[in-house]
């Protein structure tokens, strides 16, 4: 049908130069829109390259103050922090989670003195804490619901309290967004935004992540119990509807690429901002490709704009320093 229009419908003249195809494109990939994971390690006094995760670091605290502040001189303003916490601050049930003076909260602070511009991400999952690198706390072989709930709230008010503008629970506890927002209104937290993890597949990407934090234990257990199951598309809908019903202000998909139709359909049926993590797999893969020659850093804007075309308005992406270095603004 559509062959009858030819040649008045020719496609092509819109793509006939650069200038002329800026004009008409439906996306746009710009450093505004991109948020930098950083890790930190509570022992270590140097920055250490990640084995799984080429060109990613667990930093020290003074190497962290010093990647901030480059990320905010490239106007990557908006960062993701996970701890790397060593083993002897573990425990069975992330108690240390629970402390209000633990490393985490302590740099929250000090990292909102020095740099009162930055936005500051902090994940709400036991996961740091605990020694089976499980998100919760476990009653007769699995993570109980309810009991880990009242850890979340916890940990939550914490880092809320510590100055972290955004916390996101990435645990996937049921009923976790409305015990959270609950108690930051509670205790005067209103302007605390929810960065829910709303649909968080049990994924087989999150390897070198868990490498990066130190839960490589879990590597030989499954999430299965509390992460989404992969098959899944309607009921990444369910958890975002519920989010939201419960106080989450923005919704996350995570991974991103292999989850693009899950971006689409949250963001075309809610009307919160969607943001998509690109996770440490995405980028090893990506990156080890790289390294190998087989393709060039040209994939990675093409995979940061397949998530915007999706319907993100975010992207969590470890190489978001990268695209800042490297592009003025990309089109
Ligand atoms: C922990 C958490 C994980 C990631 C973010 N928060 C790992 C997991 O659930 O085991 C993964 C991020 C990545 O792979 O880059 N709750």
């Known amino acids: 049908m559509l062959n009858n229009l030819f040649p008045k419908v020719r496609p092509r003249r ?11 494109s439906e996306t746009k990939l710009h450093k505004s829109k991109l948020i930098q994971p950083l890790f930190v390690s509570d022992s ?8 799984t995760m080429p ?20 106007n990557i303003n908006t960062i993701a922090l996970f701890p790397n916490i060593s083993d002897k601050s573990k425990d069975a049930n992330g108690t240390e989670a629970l ?3 633990n490393f985490m909260c302590n740099l929250v602070a000090q990292l909102k003195s020095k740099f009162p511009e930055l936005v500051l991400i902090t994940d709400v999952a036991l996961d740091p804490y605990t020694l089976s690198g499980h998100d919760g706390i476990i009653v007769e072989g699995d993570v109980d619901n309810d009991e880990t709930l009242k850890s979340l709230e916890k940990m939550s008010l914490n880092l809320a309290h510590a100055g972290s503008d955004i916390i996101a629970p990435s645990d996937m506890m049921d009923g976790r967004v409305g015990v959270i927002r609950k108690s930051l209104e509670t205790e005067n937290l209103k302007d605390t935004i929810i960065l829910s993890y709303s649909a ?9 992540f868990r490498d990066a934090i130190g839960s490589k234990q879990v590597q030989g257990i499954s999430k299965d119990s509390y992460q989404m199951d992969k098959r899944n598309l309607a009921e990444a809908l369910k958890e975002a509807r519920l989010d939201l019903n419960e106080g989450a202000d923005i919704l996350m998909v995570k991974p991103g690429m292999p989850y693009l139709d899950v971006i689409r359909e949250i963001s075309s049926n809610t009307d919160a901002p969607v943001f998509a993590y690109q996770v440490s797999g995405e980028y090893s893969m990506l990156q080890l490709g790289i390294d190998k020659k087989i393709f060039k850093h040209n994939v990675i804007p093409e995979t940061l704009i397949s998530l915007f075309r999706a319907g993100s308005s975010s992207v969590i992406t470890y190489y978001a320093k990268w695209v800042a270095e490297n592009y003025d603004d990309i089109s």
């Open 44 to 51: 270590n006094s140097q920055k250490q390259e990640i084995e």
């Open 99 to 101: 402390n209000p003076e």
């Open 200 to 208: 968080k597949y049990a994924s087989n990407f999150y390897g070198p």
């Open 55 to 74: 060109g990613q670091f667990i930093h020290s605290n003074e190497t962290l103050f010093n990647e901030v502040d480059e990320l905010l001189k490239l």
């Open 14 to 24: 819109l793509r006939k130069n650069k200038t002329i195809r800026n004009l008409v």
